[in-house]
């Protein structure tokens, strides 16, 4: 239900060619992670859809596994329009438009359910329309989820605990700036080299969402786990304007009916993956877990305030009220 | 596929007129994504993605850390002093260099890592203990392979996190096949140099070898830093390259005093062209790679070999054949990010493990790592051997069939992979 | 003469990157290891810093004939044939050059244009990608200079196996003069 607004920038900004006939032709989607992800099923979804409601006139091929694009040249390949829709990871896109630092800004938003609606939301819209400029159309936010720390030193419940500890993070200025107001020193790691990273030492510990832990296999390394929620990894579906003003409405329409349903996908099974990935966890008892208190976290978002204080004017403190609104309020 | 035809044939024919690798295969990649109307401008800036990686980059490391020791003296004292103790026995020097690959592969991930780190200093000191050169680069290339093998290991990490799997437990799974591929590429050693006569070199007295010893401690300190590096967490591989380099470069300088400003500038030029010329070598083979994916031929070739047969041992073979000619274009990191989303669901079907599947993949992957025309290790041992590629690749092809030896017996007894990984 | 001189330069560049990458990284491997504050840009800057090395040897590794080439035809052909052969060769490399070198002009200036910068330190990206075109024109200088150099009859340049075994046909390196 909160995926109405996701068509709301393109439709305004294709003109498209009006007329009845479903156009022939195939639409690229590329992505850079495994198979078994949200991601990878809402792109399927996107092509279960499209393909049978045009009839199969438009053919829809999936890439994942960075197999055709990586992080570091899927955008300018879709600018170009060798690839019609990507999905990356918010935290990839901070160097076009501060605002995607959002998913970083900790304990930002309380559940999946109000990030999703700052997205859907004018303001978070607002943040997608910035990269019109490059031809980029923002169409839906893509949750993975809340992410949580592991490390191997410590049990961590309050934030002094992180002091003087080494955490692997995706980089990007915002998570430093979190690592280093607790105290802790933030490292970036080649993902590739991560799992040998944390099993030798290399660092202490990492974040990330239930679900990447338990697909990487990284509680086989790592003793401790907190349930901290302090970030999130979202992604973002975008199409470029040279592909979606060359649709027609009737093609538009069916290409539109195929995000909506990739969207409700991908963010139906991050929620469901996340809670089972965190059972499985949990199951192999390999990691001692914890989750923080309202209380804890009353003291963490004290300790993380410097973050704010630079960030808010960054961002936009308008974007910052706005994105807290969602939160159950109390 | 006419554009795939078009890719293969321009590919070859500029070969053939003496083109660079590295440009044939780039020229062929503009000329197939043309046909399918890819916009090209993009091209160039993800060949520079393919190379801004820091696992790539112990390359360059482990690349200057063996040309600064051979200009810088560690090299020289390190093979006699190897010559001492061993020059004498038959193989004695080829033992060693397999047995230093194995090591080395247990701290590396990187196969091409591995035959520039142990090559550097064993092809020399084979030469000058009366081995073919040719015999000598056949067996670095064909030993460093072990590097993606034994863990830890880059590929089985990708394997694991595309088919789900516990890294540890492939790890585990990877000891026993190295160890037997390192034992077959042992024995082959000595049985060759008896053959051949190799080694025999007049028997060094006790006091000698220990003199000589002496003198290479510097350099025999220099696995015990890496390796203790590594596994103490104080570094990750990349950096352990760059930490060896900068050891040796202390050493020289400071211990052994061999090093001149002309001489290290000498050993930079050499790295950067090692370097350069592997880059780019690898990044137009990502082009390459990547018009093969966006014009799906090895998902269409997988899909082919399982839909064509209900038979295991015959879809086994299939499977092999189609990952020993992917090897021969692609990196390995590309050919099981394309091809094993489409293979595992088949695994449980035809009853194969998939852990022992990320060993026999693995073991072709090492096979991809010296096959030409695209073959990491063997453009590694030509630019750090200054020979041509055809000599390279001349001296491996009799490992071809040792290695197939190994692979035979990882397929037809589960047990190899499995025993360990449980 | 000038040939040399860009030569050297190019050379001096590279090196000069290749051991800033290293030290970087040394730097960030001390930070980490004994201080504890591991420096969050060191990852990002040595890569790019690397990769700048790397892009420069392109053409310094053509000038010391180290890209790989297969002679198996080529070793069994005349000698006329050879040096219309080795003319083409080295134009195909000089076409290819000047098609990235344009391209990677053309993505720079998109990336300046849109305004991207790198993730860890924020810097404007069309800063590390400027070394694309440069060591692509690099690159596509020497094919040049071989390609007229086999034109002219040059033997070495004709003969002399694209290997590493030879360091005599160093271009700029006192070998054969150009000017
Ligand atoms: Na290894
Ligand atoms: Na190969």
Redesign the pocket.
Known sequence: GQTQSAGGSPANAGGGSAGGDIQSLTIKISHVVAEDTPKHQGALAMKDTIEKESGGKIKVQVYPNSQLFGDKDEYQNLVANNVQFIIPDMAKLVGNDPGFNIPSMPFLFDSDEAAEAFWDGPKGQEIFKHLEKDGVLGLAMWPNGPKSITNNVRPIKSPEDMKGLKFRTQGGQVLEKVYSTLGAGSVSIPFDELYTALQQGTVDGEENTFSNIESKKFYEVQKYMTITNHTRVDYVLLTNTKFWNSLNDATKKIVMDGVKAGTQVARQKAAELNASALDKIKATGKMQIYTLTPEDVQKWRDALKPVYDEWTSKIGADVIQDAMSHNKKG | MNATVVLFGTFALLCLIRVPIAVSLGVASLIALHLVDFTLYTVIQKMFSALNSATLMAIPGFVFAGAIMSKGGLSNHLISALRAWVGHMRGGVAVVTVLACMIF??????SPA?AAAIGAIMIPAMVESGYSKRYAMGLVAASGT????????IPLIIYGSVAEESVGKLFSAGIIPGLVLGGILLVSAVIYARIKNFGGLPRESMQERWRKTGKAIWGFLLPVIILGGIYSGAVTPTEASIVAGAYGFLVSVLVYREMTWKGFLEVLRESINITAMIFLIIASATVFGMFLTTEQVPQDFAQWIESSTSNKWLFILGVNIMFFILGMFLESVAIILITLPILLPVLALFHINVIQFAIIMTMNMEFAMITPPVGLNLFVVSGIAREKIGEVVKGVVPFYGLMLIALVLVIVFPGLSLTLAK | MWLRRIGQAEEALASIFFVLGMLINLYAVVMRYVFNMPPPWALEIFESVMTWAVFLGFGMALRDNHHIVVDLLYDRLPYAVKRWISVIANLIGFGYSVFMTVTGVQITLLARQQGIVTIDVGMPIWIPYLIMPIGMAFLGLFFVVKAYRALRGDRVEILGHISHEKQTAEMGHGGVPVS
């Open positions: 592969a247990a701290i590396s991930g990187s591995t072990l590097g993606i093998l034994i863990p830890p290991s």
